[in-house]
């Protein structure tokens, strides 16, 4: 049975914009592809994609404020706080022309609000 892919059209120019932005900046399309099939700390993030770890940080911010990226929290065995990160966007695309821009996204179905 084929599964039908549903994709959300973003109306707000000012989300719009941001999302541009975003797709512009390379490590925050690295974060959102590195964790698109399973949540990972931003160090997972940092040693797989060899960026920064204070890049990392910086750009899960950036994309938890656009509210493509989830995170969940949790305690590990020496009572220390630890976050993982998955993208809630299987993939977006844009159309452009000069007077409209379209901006779709898919979401990500292994993730679950």
Not at 92 to 103: A, G, M, Y
Request: proline share 3%.
């Amino acid at each position: 049975m084929q599964e039908l892919i549903q994709s959300q059209k973003i109306v707000d120019d000012e989300r719009k914009q941001v999302i541009l932005e975003i797709l512009a900046d390379k490590y925050c399309k690295q974060i959102l592809h590195s964790t698109l099939e399973k949540p990972k700390s931003a160090m997972e993030i940092s040693n797989e994609k060899k960026i920064p770890i204070s890049t990392v940080y910086r750009r899960l911010q950036t994309l938890y404020d656009a509210k493509l990226l989830a995170i969940s929290g949790s305690i590990n065995q020496d009572g220390k706080k630890y976050f993982l990160y998955k993208s809630k966007v299987k993939s977006i695309s844009l159309k452009c022309d000069l007077e409209v821009t379209t901006v779709e996204f898919v979401p990500n179905k292994s993730h679950s609000d």
